[in-house]
């Protein structure tokens, strides 16, 4: 079975630009989360999907937001970018409320 | 602030060493607890999950998690390390109000370094 993936691997964008993110879960996956991952931070809940439905979403703004189709792929979007959105963007995915949760490899947004 | 700790950011031991990290949580009542590895490069990969029963648990790899419900604690250990577990490790909670969905809180990490 093929693995999470995200698209694209790395990403840079200048501040006040805009990004959209990508995610493809393991097949037969319907949840999918976002996390975010810098060196001070650590790793910080973004927001949950399921069936198409955000079920859960952590403390960032709304310039954060995302969104899931059908065929359970995910996007994330991030709208005026600031300097301290640079981070490794991790999405993961998961069967049927079980709470293992496979992660893809992220993808490197740098903003200048 | 609920939270979940992890108090040594460094470790460094030599292969053949025992090994063990502190995870400590926050929250009240009953929790999911996990802990993920990330190789240097690689993936976050699930090592070992406790719901609930039996307090001590495996994962692969040779790793195993103690649960101490008084003391808020999910630590892990590993008899013998090997040059390869150099990588990060985080522990992750899904906690009560959370369940339902499947967000995790995760510590700040361990990054452990072994020395062949």
């Known amino acids: 079975k093929a693995g999470v993936t995200q698209t694209p691997r790395y990403l840079i964008k200048t501040r006040g630009q805009q990004v959209t993110l990508s995610c493809s879960p393991i097949?037969?996956?319907?949840?999918v989360s976002w996390y975010q991952q810098t060196p001070g931070q650590g790793l910080q809940f973004l927001f949950e999907?399921?069936?198409?439905?955000?079920?859960n979403k952590g403390n960032f703004p709304g310039r954060f937001s995302g969104r899931q189709f059908s065929n359970s792929r995910s996007e994330m979007n991030v709208s005026t970018l600031e300097l301290g959105d640079s981070a490794l963007y991790l999405c993961?995915?998961?069967?049927?409320?079980?709470?293992?949760?496979?992660f893809g490899p992220g993808t490197r947004l740098t903003v200048t | 602030a609920q939270s979940v700790s992890q108090h040594n950011h460094h470790v460094i031991l030599s292969e053949a060493a025992s090994l063990e990290l502190g995870c400590n949580y926050s929250?009240?009542?009953?929790?999911?607890l996990f802990w993920y590895v990330q190789y240097p490069g690689q993936h976050l990969q699930l090592l070992l999950k406790?719901?609930?029963?039996?307090?001590l648990v495996k994962g692969i790899k040779g790793f195993e998690a103690e649960f101490i419900k008084s003391k808020f604690s999910f630590n892990l250990r590993k008899p013998s390390v090997q040059w390869s577990d150099t990588a990060e490790y985080f522990c992750?909670?899904?906690?009560?109000?959370?369940?339902?969905?499947?967000?995790?809180?995760f510590g700040t990490g361990t990054r452990l370094t072994i020395i062949p």
């Open positions: 993961a995915s998961s069967h049927r409320d079980n709470y293992e949760q496979y």
């Open positions: 929250y009240g009542g009953t929790v999911n």
């Open positions: 097949s037969g996956h319907r949840s």
């Open positions: 992750a909670v899904n906690a009560p109000e959370d369940f339902g969905n499947e967000k995790l809180t």
């Open positions: 406790y719901f609930s029963g039996d307090p």
């Open positions: 999907y399921f069936s198409e439905t955000q079920r």
